[in-house]
């Protein structure tokens, strides 16, 4: 076999891009007659211009990421804008993640994804970050810049704490205290951005979901000072933020937190518990 041959046939199998079509393999009875496009679109697609915010687990490997892009794939056919992400190491940390962590990769996904015509729903993001620049900047690796920039340049700053807070370890837990005491400013400054961008997308859209895929990755880490861990003050004491986004979410989670005796049973019903 030449090694031509073995580059080609490595590149059709990369697992790190979405399966064609054809090579799709129908697992729903062994997972449990679960369908995502049913279990999952469906809610989004009927929710009567109400957001959804829905919780997608499975066990590692188990193909979690290719039935999302399928419902990424599905949603967009029923005319919805639809920003999926999978959290990397250019968002944040795996083995170390917090709520702050998660809600700059929101913000700054959603920002790159989605371009407006006119930069005035990005003034709230702009005005957020300045009006705290000179708190994060003595922080920061490199500095926050807004001289001579367009908004939606000003808005990339966000980039530059999601970079530091995976780079920096000595400093992390120092911005995420200063992002968590602003925590409610950036989610009104976000959702008005949202509500403007909705507003602004293309008549056949109906509406926005986003899709944050890969923090069932997450490394459960305890936190000695108050017994809880990082799942429980993720997805269970910052639920309501979680929730907050004024738009469909779908969040993948750790198939232990699913089945986590700390799990209030109503938070799990109202976001809408799926795994396979």
């Given at each position: 076999?030449?090694?031509?041959?073995?580059?080609?046939?490595?590149?059709?199998?990369?697992?790190?891009?979405?399966?064609?079509?054809?090579?799709?393999?129908?697992?729903?009875?062994?997972?449990?007659?679960?369908?995502?496009?049913?279990?999952?679109?469906?809610?989004?697609?009927?929710?009567?211009?109400?957001?959804?915010?829905?919780?997608?687990?499975?066990?590692?490997?188990?193909?979690?990421?290719?039935?999302?892009?399928?419902?990424?794939?599905?949603?967009?056919?029923?005319?919805?804008?639809?920003?999926?992400?999978?959290?990397?190491?250019?968002?944040?940390?795996?083995?170390?993640?917090?709520?702050?962590?998660?809600?700059?990769?929101?913000?700054?996904?959603?920002?790159?994804?989605?371009?407006?015509?006119?930069?005035?729903?990005?003034?709230?993001?702009?005005?957020?970050?300045?009006?705290?620049?000179?708190?994060?900047?003595?922080?920061?690796?490199?500095?926050?810049?807004?001289?001579?920039?367009?908004?939606?340049?000003?808005?990339?700053?966000?980039?530059?704490i999601t970079a530091t807070l995976k780079a920096q370890p000595d400093n992390r837990r120092q911005i995420r205290d200063r992002i968590n005491a602003n925590v409610p400013s950036l989610l009104v400054a976000l959702n008005q951005f949202i509500d403007v961008?909705?507003?602004?997308?293309?008549?056949?859209?109906?509406?926005?979901?986003?899709?944050?895929?890969?923090?069932?990755?997450?490394?459960?880490?305890?936190?000695?000072?108050?017994?809880?861990?990082?799942?429980?003050?993720?997805?269970?004491?910052?639920?309501?933020?979680?929730?907050?986004?004024?738009?469909?979410?779908?969040?993948?989670?750790?198939?232990?937190?699913?089945?986590?005796?700390?799990?209030?049973?109503?938070?799990?019903?109202?976001?809408?518990?799926?795994?396979?």
């Open positions: 076999m030449t090694q031509d041959l073995l580059t080609e046939i490595y590149n059709v199998f990369n697992p790190f891009d979405p399966p064609p079509k054809e090579a799709y393999v129908n697992c729903e009875e062994v997972r449990g007659n679960l369908n995502v496009l049913r279990e999952l679109g469906r809610k989004i697609i009927r929710s009567n211009n109400k957001s959804t915010c829905q919780l997608y687990t499975g066990h590692r490997g188990v193909g979690k990421s290719t039935e999302l892009l399928r419902l990424k794939e599905d949603l967009e056919e029923n005319n919805f804008f639809v920003v999926y992400f999978a959290a990397n190491d250019e968002d944040i940390d795996l083995e170390d993640t917090e709520y702050a962590d998660i809600l700059l990769a929101c913000t700054k996904h959603l920002v790159q994804a989605i371009k407006l015509k006119d930069e005035n729903p990005l003034k709230g993001l702009s005005k957020w970050l300045q009006e705290r620049m000179q708190s994060f900047t003595d922080l920061l690796l490199t500095q926050l810049t807004f001289d001579g920039l367009s908004l939606a340049a000003q808005v990339s700053q966000f980039a530059k961008a909705k507003k602004s997308l293309p008549n056949n859209y109906q509406d926005l979901v986003l899709i944050v895929d890969n923090l069932d990755r997450i490394v459960e880490r305890q936190n000695a000072a108050n017994q809880l861990n990082n799942y429980d003050e993720i997805f269970i004491k910052r639920h309501e933020q979680m929730r907050g986004l004024h738009c469909h979410v779908i969040y993948t989670v750790p198939i232990a937190m699913v089945y986590s005796e700390r799990r209030p049973l109503t938070y799990f019903s109202t976001f809408g518990r799926h795994s396979y």
